[in-house]
């Protein structure tokens, strides 16, 4: 079992910049590929970034190439997603979640309850 809990999130100006934070449960954070997903109102949720289970291989969204960066720190069991050129899309609920490193189907395994990013122009 996996406790995610996210941080960070707010109101801020088109332009600006946010860094969200993660926090993982238990002793097995390195057993998980790590990801971010948002979900704008009326909108999929849809995937944002993610990170391997060391921090050697990252992902992201065309969206938000050169713009976003997600990281890990496994000696504080955290993931982060630093935002920065903010952009009033990138409104939305965004969510931490973990997949087995051994899983086959490549879904996520765990889930975060959200934190709030609102872009203002």
């Known amino acids: 079992q996996v406790q995610l809990v996210e941080s960070g999130g707010g109101s801020v100006q088109a332009g600006g910049s946010l860094r969200l934070s993660c926090a993982a449960s238990g002793h097995t954070f390195k057993s998980y590929h790590m990801g971010w997903f948002r979900q704008a109102p009326g909108k999929e949720r849809e995937f944002v970034a993610s990170v391997s289970w060391n921090g050697g291989s990252t992902f992201y969204a065309d969206s938000v190439k050169g713009r976003f960066t997600i990281s890990r720190d496994n000696a504080k069991n955290a993931v982060y997603l630093q935002m920065n050129s903010l952009k009033a899309e990138d409104t939305a609920v965004y969510y931490c979640?973990?997949?087995?490193?051994?899983?086959?189907?490549?879904?996520?395994?765990?889930w975060g309850q959200g934190t709030r990013v609102t872009v203002s122009s």
């Open positions: 979640a973990a997949r087995w490193i051994l899983g086959s189907d490549g879904g996520y395994d765990y």
